[in-house]
């Protein structure tokens, strides 16, 4: 069981946008490429059950955003925050996609407010 769910800046699919797929890139990269594709695919192919079972979601759930900086739609995360039926939504304006990078400071105080830390 899930006790409370965290998610950091994370678009939701919306179907009526198609995402292109990037080819493999020639130099490394600092993380996983083979999950990119996969979740492209995932965001253009979504189970069509996706946005209708967000009320499923029974943990407390904090959506952290990175604001107008962030290449993901903020309403979408604001749609997604409406259907989950105990959720907050916090954006961190400025922050960009790696929120948990760029602002740490703001990114540790919504993390720790929502869990009750310290």
Known sequence: ??????VEDTPPP???KQIDI?????EP????????PSILQQLNEPNPQWW??????????????GGNNSHVPQNKLYEVAELI???KLVTIEGAGH??????????LKAVKSFLQLR
């Open 1 to 6: 069981m899930i006790d409370r769910l965290i």
């Open 14 to 16: 919306f179907p009526d």
């Open 22 to 26: 990037p080819s493999e890139p020639s």
């Open 29 to 36: 990269v600092p993380f996983d490429w083979q999950v990119i």
């Open 52 to 65: 209708d079972r967000l009320k499923d979601i029974i943990a407390p759930t904090l959506i952290i955003g």
């Open 85 to 87: 039926p105990d959720c």
């Open 98 to 107: 790696h929120v948990h990078e760029t602002n740490v400071p703001a990114y």
